[in-house]
């Protein structure tokens, strides 16, 4: 499966990062958490003073949904995806207004 993940989150441009992956299968078949580790694992040996914390992030596809870091990625994303990493601040989407019955 072959993902795009952006994250943009600092002011300063030169933090910002976009990494193209091919997951492998252990990936596939495990939580999104662990593609977040792998983002941030990555993200923190180049940027050594700007560190980020996985915990604190979550994955939100383009123009999609925000997914839950325990959800499986084979159920929540697809191949082709682009994902951004948003720390805890941006929770997800403003509820759906209730329709009149």
Same mark, same amino acid.
């Given at each position: 499966?072959?993902? =795009?993940l952006k994250y943009?989150?600092?002011?300063? &441009?030169? /933090?910002?990062?976009?990494?193209?992956?091919?997951?492998?299968?252990?990936?596939?078949?495990? =939580?999104?958490?662990?593609? +977040? *580790?792998? /983002?941030?694992?990555h993200y923190n040996?180049?940027?050594? &003073?700007?560190?980020?914390?996985?915990? &604190?992030?979550?994955? *939100?596809?383009?123009?999609?949904?925000?997914?839950?870091?325990?959800?499986? +990625?084979?159920?929540?994303?697809?191949?082709?995806?682009?994902?951004?990493?948003?720390? *805890?601040?941006?929770?997800?989407?403003?509820?759906?207004?209730? =329709?009149?019955?």
């Open positions: 499966m072959k993902i =795009t943009e989150e600092t002011e300063s &441009e030169e /933090f910002h990062m976009t990494l193209r992956l091919t997951l492998p299968q252990k990936y596939v078949n495990g =939580t999104n958490m662990e593609v +977040v *580790k792998l /983002f941030v694992n040996k180049k940027h050594a &003073e700007s560190q980020i914390v996985a915990e &604190e992030l979550h994955l *939100k596809i383009v123009g999609g949904i925000h997914l839950d870091n325990e959800d499986r +990625v084979r159920e929540s994303l697809k191949n082709g995806d682009e994902c951004y990493l948003l720390g *805890k601040d941006s929770t997800g989407p403003a509820p759906k207004a209730k =329709t009149a019955e």
